[in-house]
């Protein structure tokens, strides 16, 4: 049980440059969701998805798009990167049972952006 | 919009020490108030929170949440050094199980 798992764990990309990043959860969650987190910052929602083929747009979808063609995969897209995009980026998937919640994150993807 | 918001947004203390970390929020059609601890990785879960006047404790840390006037508090009792780290809170809200955090509380443990 391998939980969330994230590729890659470090990227450098040139600015207008396009990337996937790439989510993976084994536990069989519904919901989904990427963030981002900048220096002294919490986490800022981008986009999340309520199960295969729905998404909803968070706080800061700008710039970013996602698919969730499959339930286990969620992946966040950048067409044209630019340096604001450089960032710690976390997926989670939400444990949701009888009105309780967990979130588990994967490790993170930090991507640089020149 | 939905807001989270947290305070201090720092804090140093010596170990032994007592600390209160706040969470306050406006958000639409609440569901739970979720806290966690983020060292130098991924957020770690600490509590989960729907109802109001229960207190959930694990160990040295608790945490209760007030749904009439929207808030959280998380107490760490006895500090030590690894409590050191960088305290989420987050509401889940919405049909759609939205989680929204916020900015977070930086902890530092001083020996």
């Known amino acids: 049980n391998a939980g969330v798992t994230q590729t890659p764990k470090f990227r450098v990309l040139k600015t207008g440059q396009s990337m996937t990043l790439l989510c993976a959860q084994d536990m069989n969650h519904e919901y989904m969701y990427w963030y981002r987190q900048d220096p002294g910052m919490g986490l800022r929602l981008i986009h999340y998805?309520?199960?295969?083929?729905?998404?909803a747009k968070g706080e800061v979808p700008d710039g970013y798009n996602v698919s969730r063609l499959k339930k286990q995969n969620f992946l966040l897209g950048l067409e044209s990167a630019a340096p604001s995009q450089t960032s710690v980026y976390f997926c989670?998937?939400?444990?949701?049972?009888?009105?309780?919640?967990?979130?588990?994150f994967g490790p993170g993807t930090r991507l640089t952006v020149t | 919009e939905d807001k989270v918001v947290q305070s201090p947004l720092s804090l140093v203390v010596h170990e032994g020490d007592t600390v209160t970390l706040n969470c306050s929020y406006e958000?639409?059609?609440?569901?739970?108030l979720l806290w966690y601890k983020q060292e130098k990785k991924a957020p770690t879960f600490l509590f989960m929170l729907?109802?109001?006047?229960i207190e959930k404790k694990s160990g040295r840390l608790s945490s209760i949440l007030d749904k009439k006037e929207l808030f959280s508090i998380l107490n760490i009792t006895a500090t030590q050094t690894g409590d050191s780290a960088i305290y989420l809170c987050?509401?889940?809200?919405?049909?759609?199980?939205?989680?929204?955090f916020g900015t977070g509380t930086k902890l530092q443990v001083i020996p």
């Open positions: 729907t109802s109001s006047g």
């Open positions: 958000v639409t059609n609440f569901r739970s």
């Open positions: 987050a509401v889940l809200s919405g049909g759609y199980q939205k989680v929204t």
């Open positions: 998805s309520v199960g295969e083929g729905t998404t």
């Open positions: 989670a998937s939400l444990k949701s049972a009888s009105g309780s919640y967990e979130q588990y």
